[in-house]
C-alpha cells in the first residue's frame, strides 16, 4: 500500500482571501474618493497622489533590499495603501520634495523600522502625515478650494476648512450661528464642496467604499460605526448643553477627516484590535479624543492624533480584551 498521508499544521480550510486581494480590495474601495479628489482639485490631486505612491513603493523597496536585505514585498499592495492614504491626507498643492519626505518618514519610521507589514505599531501613513504638519505646518494647513478639473498646482486659491473656521470664530468670542452661516450646506460638504485634504471633502465617496468593503467583508462595522457614533453622542451631548458654543452631530461626521479615519485608517489590520468587543472600545476611544481635540485642543482636527493615540492602546486591549476560545465552557 503506498498510499501518502500528509500531516500538516491548521488551517485545513482556506477561505481564499490574502494579504494582496484584501489590499487591492482596499484601493478598490478608495478609487471613488480619488476620482472626486482628481475632480475638483485636477492636476495638483494627480501630481501628489502620483508622487506620494512612487515614493512609498521606492522607498520599501531600498529599504528592503538594501538595509534589512529581505524579501522585496513591495507587490503586497500595503505600499500602494500607504501611498493613496498619505495623498488623501494632504493638501493637493503640497510641492513635492515635501511628499517625498513624508512618504520617507511613512515608510521607514512608521513602518520598516517595526520590521514591516505586521509589525508596526502606528499607521505608517499618520505618521507621516502628522510628521508634516509638526515639521511644515504652513504648508500642510494651506488648503485648495475645489475648484473642479483645475489645471493648476501650487499656484492655486486657498482657503480655511470649516473646523479652521468654527475654531477660530469661536475662539474669537462670536456666536456659532453666525459662524454657521460661512459654512457650505450639509449636502454640499456630503459631495465635498468645502476646502481640505484630497480624501477628506469626499463624504459621498468615502461612504460608497465603506458599503463595499463590508459587501465584501474587508472589514466589519464595528470600527467604523464606533468612531462615528461615539463622535455623534458625544457632540450631540455638548450641543444640547450648549447650541451657540458646540456644532451639532452633523458637522463634526461631515467635516474634516473624520469618515476618512474611521473608514480606512482607523480599521488598517495591523494597528486595530483583534476582537469586535475591542474593536468597539478602540473606536469609541477615537471618537472621543478627536471630540476632545476638536472642540478643547489647539488644533481644530483631531482624527489623525486620535488614531495614533489609540494605536498605542491596541497591544493592551488585545491582551483585556480577548475574543472567547471555541469549545470553551462559561465557568
Known amino acids: 500500500m503506498n498510499t501518502k498521508v500528509l500531516v500538516a499544521p491548521s488551517p485545513h480550510v482556506h477561505s481564499g482571501d490574502s494579504i494582496q486581494k484584501n489590499m487591492y480590495g482596499v484601493v478598490f474601495a478608495m478609487l471613488p474618493a480619488l476620482l472626486f479628489s482628481f475632480f475638483y482639485f485636477g492636476l495638483g490631486a494627480l501630481v501628489v497622489t502620483l508622487t506620494a505612491v ?58 520598516m523600522t517595526f520590521g514591516g507589514l505586521g509589525n508596526n505599531v502606528f499607521n505608517p501613513a499618520l505618521v507621516g502625515r502628522v510628521f508634516l504638519l509638526i515639521s511644515f505646518p504652513v504648508q500642510m494647513t494651506s488648503w485648495p478650494k475645489p475648484t473642479g478639473l483645475s489645471s493648476g498646482y501650487i499656484d492655486v486659491e486657498t482657503g ?18 453666525k459662524l454657521m452661516s460661512e459654512i457650505p450646506s450639509n449636502m454640499d460638504l456630503f459631495l465635498g464642496n468645502m476646502g481640505g485634504s484630497m480624501g477628506e471633502i469626499a463624504g459621498a465617496a468615502l461612504v460608497l467604499g465603506l458599503i463595499y468593503m463590508l459587501i465584501r467583508k474587508i472589514i466589519t462595522w464595528h470600527i467604523p460605526v464606533s468612531v462615528i457614533g461615539s463622535v455623534a453622542i458625544f457632540t450631540g451631548i455638548l450641543h444640547m448643553v450648549d447650541p451657540e458654543a458646540y456644532a451639532g452631530p452633523l458637522f463634526h461626521i461631515l467635516t474634516g477627516g473624520l469618515l ?23 473606536g469609541i476611544g477615537i471618537g472621543v479624543l478627536t471630540v476632545v481635540i476638536r472642540v478643547f485642543g489647539a488644533y481644530p482636527e483631531g482624527v489623525s492624533f486620535a488614531i495614533l493615540i489609540m494605536n498605542a492602546f491596541v497591544p493592551l486591549i488585545n491582551v483585556y480584551v480577548k475574543p472567547k476560545r471555541f469549545g470553551e465552557k462559561r465557568k
Do not use: H, R
Open 54 to 111: 512612487a515614493s512609498c513603493y521606492l522607498f520599501e523597496f531600498l529599504i528592503q533590499k538594501y538595509i534589512l536585505q529581505s524579501e522585496v514585498t513591495i507587490n503586497d499592495g500595503s505600499a500602494l495603501i500607504t501611498g493613496i492614504l498619505l495623498a488623501f491626507n494632504v493638501p493637493s498643492n503640497l510641492p513635492i520634495w515635501i511628499i517625498i519626505i513624508g512618504a520617507l518618514v511613512s515608510i521607514g519610521i512608521g513602518k
Open 160 to 177: 480655511a476648512t470649516p473646523l479652521a473656521i468654527i475654531k477660530e470664530g469661536l475662539n474669537s468670542g462670536q456666536p456659532l450661528s
Open 260 to 282: 476618512l479615519g474611521g473608514i480606512f485608517m482607523a480599521t488598517d489590520y495591523v494597528t486595530s484590535p483583534m476582537s469586535n468587543k475591542g474593536m468597539i472600545i478602540y
